[in-house]
């Protein structure tokens, strides 16, 4: 039996996760990609809802968001932005 190794599980593969603690599962792996549209103003409040974006001190924090603002209105003039995302579930069962 190999050890797993992130992301090289793969459909019921038996091997030692979290380094051997949890031993002779069977593992499934499944990946779901998606994406949505949303507004220029949605993605600028997602990115300063980040912990590590909070910490910075105000004036840091606005002289990111109007940059980025900007740059995004260059890279998307609609003013629409699409976010892709990939789901990676992995389930561990006893045989």
Known sequence: MTRCRWPE???GQRCHPAGGRLTGLR???????????????????DIGSRSAFLV????????????ERERLGRAYP??????????????????
Do not use: I, K, N
């Open 9 to 11: 599980v793969s459909f």
């Open 27 to 45: 593992v499934a792996r499944r990946q779901l990609r998606w994406s949505r549209a949303v507004g220029l103003d949605t993605r600028l409040a």
């Open 56 to 67: 910075l001190d105000e004036a840091d924090r606005h002289a990111f968001l109007v940059a």
């Open 78 to 95: 609609g003013e629409e932005v699409e976010e892709t995302y990939v789901v990676d579930l992995l389930v561990a069962s006893r045989s």
